[in-house]
């Protein structure tokens, strides 16, 4: 590598910070942990381990080799970050099975655990001295390792590998666009940096860098001080993001680690307002029902602003897919908004009419325990073009009467779909809806000349004339479910048996998708579905985007076995008896079905029974100032897991404002109110993400007095109860000038002596003004941070 092209002043400081121990000595014991490392796991015994000895989760031993690989070795190769523990490949759910990446669910677990430490072992005995970039091609991967090529770790964990055996020659860094980063700040032109996949010559691009400054300036630096220099606040070249050396979001990993390594279900979000709880579930809940994904995901080069517009995309199509469910609880939210309740329903009937009728209509809570227990099956597993074909509604009875049932099941089992109406007429011969009159009339001796509209003609016509090969059919389940989709392969004809008469109509089709239990509507349509047996979907009532979603395959088709999870955002602010009622026992995993308690009931609207699947998560959020821990629903906290969520003043740190650290002022706002009140009621960081995205200080010197006047003020004013004294002492008002204070509650005219008889004795002046000046007086909020040693000489202060 030629330095000549580094800038020379970088290189300068580089050397000058690799000489302060404070910033490259590691902490006392690392030689001795790192040798308790290599001892349990030395480097020619990997495909040697059990799957305890491997694996993270439920009932493996607590040093297994996945903990050491993350987090065990973190003091001397710095964070290691695969996503979630599925990232891992192997892992123990908390029943004691093994999760298996999707790629290796049609081996044993023996034989995974095998794969997995056969791809280990052969990245692990590569010879660093050698051209090692062939780690970067998995096909290289799978023939040296002598396995079918199924599935390998990402680029992270390859990189991690290299360098925990080799730490004297390879840079202990893992994150693919942490190198790029570095990369260009030491001026490598982005042309000649390695594409992203390609972690092991960035790696290497990275490490030659290293070798190069360490040899003409004979620099003593080992690869670990190199890193620990590179990742320094003093030398200003550190990512902007998250540093794998010094990770700011703890309580959230904490929240992954134990939401998705453990399994727990029902987990509760806790902190005060503006901490990121809701803000924080859209990366909790992709991960929890789309793990893959995002462990893919989490080693992408992508900014802040980036991340979160794939994260929330990914959010919108697993909501749009029934996977991720949300809703706000309050004070109006009912066990008929949440489970079932009866509500009045206007229909269309077979006449063209309007009508009110009243039905049991699933809430949003048992809506997504259908998707979560829907089997998918299907023996066409290509995506389907939709592209020009015409959609119709068709019922095949409900699944409530038993009689209509074994049609659907017939349906199902002849590959064909049948008409209710017509009888046993056959109607091949008639091309037209006139002609299908006729033949009604003939076969049953009768006029319809007083019944122009006569639906039964109506349908029949329809069905055998208007529907055309090709054309796709939703078979309906009631007004507000589905249970399949169909593609039409013939023309009409004739189905004569001896058996019954009507249901003899019939198209053959082929069966796309079937679902058990049917779907809610809301999977598939925008509006409600009408009575009349079959009629052509319009755009406005089917969303034809959802349906190529559906029409979509997926590794796994198979809801039963994806993670489902609903947020409940303010969990606290419902009624949780009212609104849970009988199902809070069911919502205790052994409770659940196929647990080892398993339990149902019978709900009270529809009359069938009803269990929570054991696939379905449950991710509250709880602002602590509404309602404290301690005054949760007993019943509802016993069956959730908390973790906090508290301010983080850090995130903060960089934010200055006519000449003072935004993180100083809340950091100091904060340890006074928790000494007035509690901790549940301080501010959150969010309350100051606004001035992140600002540049000039105008800018942020206009946002910060917008901030404290419409926000902070007002959310202390509610905390303290209009309480103007202490409210002033949060700010620390009584330090500063009558000018300088946010609250002024002195010297208010016309005095109470003015206003009042003088019989009128022992009033207090309670009054108090907001003094609009203080929002653009530095002073004001330099003075937040001060205790001024005298008073001022006037008595203002």
């Not at 990993?253 to 998705?260: G, H, K, Q, R």
């Not at 821990?629 to 903060?652: C, G, S, Y």
């Not at 004001?780 to 205790?787: D, G, N, T, V």
Request: hydrophobic content about 35%; proline content about 4%.
């Amino acid at each position: 590598m030629d330095t000549t092209k580094i800038d020379s002043d970088l290189v300068s400081k580089l050397i000058e910070l690799s000489q302060d121990d404070a910033i490259t000595s590691r902490p006392e014991g690392v030689e001795e942990l790192y040798e308790e490392f290599l001892s349990k796991f030395p480097k020619n015994k990997i495909t040697e381990l059990t799957q305890e000895q491997y694996c993270l989760g439920h009932g493996s031993i607590t040093d297994n080799y996945c903990r050491w690989i993350e987090r065990g070795l973190q003091p001397i190769f710095g964070r290691y970050m695969p996503g979630t523990a599925k990232g891992h490949l192997l892992y123990l759910k908390k029943d004691g099975t093994l999760y298996k990446h999707q790629s290796l669910s049609d081996l044993s677990d023996d034989d995974a655990l095998s794969y997995v430490l056969k791809i280990h072992q052969i990245i692990i005995d590569a010879d660093v001295n050698a051209d090692i970039t062939w780690i970067d091609q998995d096909n290289e991967v799978y023939d040296r390792a002598g396995v079918e090529p199924k599935c390998v770790m990402g680029a992270g964990r390859r990189a991690r590998l290299i360098s925990i055996y080799n730490p004297d020659t390879i840079l202990p860094i893992s994150s693919t666009d942490h190198i790029e980063h570095f990369l260009k700040a030491f001026d490598v032109p982005e042309s000649r940096i390695p594409p992203y996949n390609q972690v092991i010559r960035r790696l290497l691009m990275l490490t030659d860098i290293y070798q190069t400054i360490k040899k003409e300036h004979d620099l003593d630096i080992t690869p670990h001080e190199f890193m620990s220099v590179l990742y320094s606040e003093q030398l200003g070249i550190k990512p902007s993001r998250i540093s794998i050396y010094n990770d700011t979001n703890e309580e959230l990993d904490e929240l992954t680690i134990s939401m998705f390594d453990n399994e727990a279900l029902n987990r509760i979000v806790y902190g005060p307002p503006g901490t990121g709880k809701t803000y924080c579930t859209t990366e909790l809940a992709v991960q929890c029902a789309a793990p893959d994904w995002y462990c893919d995901f989490n080693n992408d080069p992508l900014d802040e602003s980036g991340r979160r517009e794939r994260l929330k995309a990914k959010y919108d199509e697993l909501t749009d897919k029934g996977r991720i469910a949300f809703t706000t609880f309050h004070q109006s939210f009912s066990y008929e908004d949440f489970v079932e309740g009866i509500r009045p329903i206007v229909v269309e009937g077979i006449d063209g009419s309007s009508n009110i009728s009243y039905e049991v209509v699933d809430g949003i809570f048992k809506q997504l325990c259908t998707n979560a227990r829907t089997t998918e099956q299907t023996g066409y597993t290509q995506a389907v073009n939709i592209e020009g074909k015409n959609i119709w509604k068709l019922s095949l009875g409900n699944t409530n009467i038993s009689d209509e049932n074994e049609i659907f099941n017939e349906c199902i089992d002849n590959n064909y779909v049948l008409l209710g109406w017509g009888d046993d007429i056959d109607f091949s011969n008639c091309s037209n809806r006139r002609e299908v009159v006729a033949k009604i009339e003939q076969s049953h001796n009768i006029s319809l000349a007083d019944d122009p509209n006569n639906y039964k003609a109506t349908a029949v016509n329809t069905f055998k004339n208007a529907v055309s090969i090709g054309d796709l059919v939703i078979i309906s389940d009631g007004n507000h479910k589905f249970r399949a989709i169909a593609e039409i392969t013939s023309d009409y004809e004739f189905l004569d048996t001896k058996e019954r008469s009507g249901f003899q109509q019939l198209r053959k089709v082929k069966w796309l998708r079937i679902y058990s239990p049917s779907l809610p509507k809301e999977r598939l349509f925008d509006k409600s579905l009408s009575q009349m047996t079959i009629y052509q979907l319009r755009n406005t009532t089917i969303n034809r985007e959802k349906l190529k979603q559906l029409l979509t395959p997926e590794p796994t088709t198979n809801s039963s076995k994806l993670p489902h999870l609903i947020i409940i955002d303010e969990i606290n602010r419902g009624n949780i008896s009212r609104i849970f009622g009988e199902l809070i026992t069911l919502l205790e995993s052994d409770k659940r079905k196929g647990g080892s308690d398993a339990r149902e009931v019978t709900l009270p609207y529809s009359k069938l029974p009803f269990s929570v699947p054991s696939n379905l998560y449950v991710l509250g959020t709880m602002n602590t100032a509404d309602k404290s821990l301690a005054q949760l629903d007993l019943a509802l906290r016993r069956r959730f897991d908390f973790i906090e969520l508290l301010p983080k003043p850090e995130l903060l740190d960089g934010i200055t404002v006519h000449g003072i650290a935004v993180s100083e002022i809340l950091t100091v706002i904060n340890q006074r109110i928790e000494v007035l009140l509690d901790r549940e009621h301080t501010i959150g960081h969010s309350y100051f993400w606004s001035l992140k995205d600002l540049d000039s200080d105008e800018e942020k010197e206009k946002e910060l007095g917008n901030i404290f006047k419409r926000r902070i003020i007002p959310l202390l004013q509610e905390y303290f109860f209009s309480d103007w004294e202490r409210i002033g002492w949060v700010l620390n008002d009584p330090s500063k000038h009558t000018s300088e204070q946010f609250v002024q509650t002195g010297k208010i005219t016309p005095t109470v002596s003015e206003l009042f008889h003088s019989s009128i004795k022992g009033l207090n002046d309670r009054r108090y003004l907001i003094n609009e000046t203080a929002f653009n007086n530095p002073e004001s909020y330099k003075k937040i941070l001060i205790q001024l040693k005298s008073k001022s000489s006037d008595g203002e202060a």
